[in-house]
């Protein structure tokens, strides 16, 4: 289908007419497009539904969805075009059965494409993408059929997804002006419409803002979420060191290469062969003249009484150095209620394991779930997760994303990886976890700066 084809055939059915027209938000516009109506022509629907296929071919996702209701008819041509499963989503929640938002098949990190006919604003979009990030699933691309060219595409991007239009109104209107379908006054009044009437998305939903560095810091809830927040803003860096070494020379030797370029310090201590006093010693040295704090990623996940000693006592004496904590909760929350039970009024900063980035990880949808909403229990404990998609968290908790590498792929032991940008505008992190590709470059101190800056630019572009 032509674009000139399809511009004369929303004209001559009267899908796209002009005049005078009151939208939803209360704004008079020159022009009026209703998609719905071309749910009557199947001809239409069909070569349509070819087009929006052929432009989303080469990308790589694994399920369909309409927006509701104006798309639903055309996620269905497009999954039956291209053989792959549809998921339907309701527009308001069922009150009985299952209760759900999505039906189909489909499992966590599963990426959609999501179709809309019109996008003014984005906020249908916007508030279809947060249904399927609910599931744990991925919106992967948004694509619209026609662009009003208002401002949504924008409005989308600056929430982090990747957004395309078919067609824009700019482009018919020049071809039925053209053609002379339309007057000269009315495509002008279309051009001067789209060129100043830019339509914002609505603010007071926090829900559908990405916070700042700065809002952030306000929330925080934990002295250590404050100090990191800090130490990220006055550093312009959100990029934590995972420092996998197991000897402690060659350990604080990159570290001190690395570290005017990070925020925070991540390290296994019972990797570390030759461990002692001397090694914390320099170590907390290191941190105080660098600006930056350490993480233990000892992934504390035993019965409550186990993990207390672990944590206070034993060889690694971990609560006397570590300033965070990495917690699984296969045990449940008892685990992090015995992490927090201490005489002297020590408050752990623990950081939840709720997603893994290896292949065939079990952390499941289920153990998702529960994770974020043991966090949200305990703000003044808990100081965020450990990610690969965006969650929902009570305010100042933060979003930890390893498996970073410049360049996606996946190594021999099953480790998957992703760029800097896609972890900030898919998975919703706020601090990149970053090893090999620090610490096995020729250069550590170089790559660690080129990372804080890509990853600082990657955030910067979002907010």
Not at 25 to 40: H, K, N, Q, V, W
Not at 294 to 304: M, P, S, V, Y
Not at 373 to 399: C, D, F, M, R, T
Request: hydrophobic share 40%; aromatic share 8%.
């Amino acid at each position: 289908m032509q674009l000139e084809t399809f511009a004369f055939q929303l004209f001559e059915k009267g899908i796209i007419r002009f005049g005078k027209f009151t939208l939803k938000s209360g704004i008079e516009s020159p022009f009026y497009i209703d998609m719905r109506t071309l749910c009557a022509y199947p001809s239409i629907m069909r070569d349509l539904s070819t087009i929006v296929s052929e432009s989303i071919r080469n990308e790589d996702f694994q399920h369909i969805c309409g927006v509701p209701y104006a798309a639903l008819a055309m996620g269905t041509l497009v999954s039956q075009e291209m053989n792959l499963p549809q998921i339907l989503m309701r527009k308001e929640q069922k009150k009985h059965g299952t209760k759900k938002n999505l039906e189909g098949v489909f499992k966590a990190q599963d990426k959609v494409v999501l179709i809309d006919d019109v996008i003014t604003s984005g906020v249908s979009f916007l508030e279809a993408a947060r249904k399927l990030e609910k599931e744990n699933l991925i919106p992967h691309l948004l694509l619209c059929i026609i662009d009003r060219e208002q401002g949504g595409e924008e409005n989308l991007k600056k929430h982090g997804y990747k957004t395309i239009s078919i067609f824009k109104i700019s482009e018919i209107v020049e071809i039925l002006y053209s053609n002379k379908k339309i007057t000269a006054i009315e495509h002008q009044a279309v051009l001067n419409f789209v060129q100043g009437q830019k339509v914002a998305l609505p603010t007071e939903n926090k829900e559908t803002t990405r916070p700042t560095y700065t809002e952030l810091l306000e929330q925080s809830q934990h002295h250590f979420s404050k100090r990191l927040l800090e130490i990220v803003i006055n550093k312009k860096s959100n990029l934590c060191f995972s420092a996998d070494l197991n000897d402690k020379t060659e350990l604080l030797k990159i570290t001190r290469e690395v570290a005017p370029h990070i925020a925070l310090l991540k390290i296994h201590a019972d990797i570390i062969v030759d461990f002692d006093t001397a090694f914390i010693t320099d170590l907390k040295r290191l941190s105080e003249e660098h600006g930056f704090l350490i993480l233990e990623d000892r992934k504390f996940a035993d019965i409550g009484n186990t993990a207390w000693n672990q944590y206070y006592s034993g060889h690694h004496k971990i609560a006397s150095w570590a300033d965070a904590i990495t917690v699984h909760v296969i045990a449940g929350s008892s685990s992090v209620q015995a992490l927090a039970k201490n005489d002297h009024g020590h408050i752990p900063a623990m950081i939840l394991i709720s997603q893994m980035s290896t292949q065939g990880t079990l952390t499941d949808a289920n153990y998702q779930k529960s994770a974020v909403a043991i966090a949200k229990e305990y703000p003044n404990l808990i100081v965020g997760i450990v990610s690969q998609s965006k969650q929902y968290l009570s305010g100042g908790q933060l979003h930890f994303t390893p498996g970073i590498k410049l360049q996606a792929g996946v190594d021999s032991m099953g480790q998957q990886y992703d760029p800097p940008a896609k972890a900030f505008s898919e998975k919703g992190t706020d601090m990149l976890i970053v090893g090999r590709g620090i610490y096995q470059s020729k250069n550590p101190k170089e790559s660690a700066a080129n990372y804080q800056k890509i990853a600082w630019d990657a955030y910067t572009e979002l907010t």
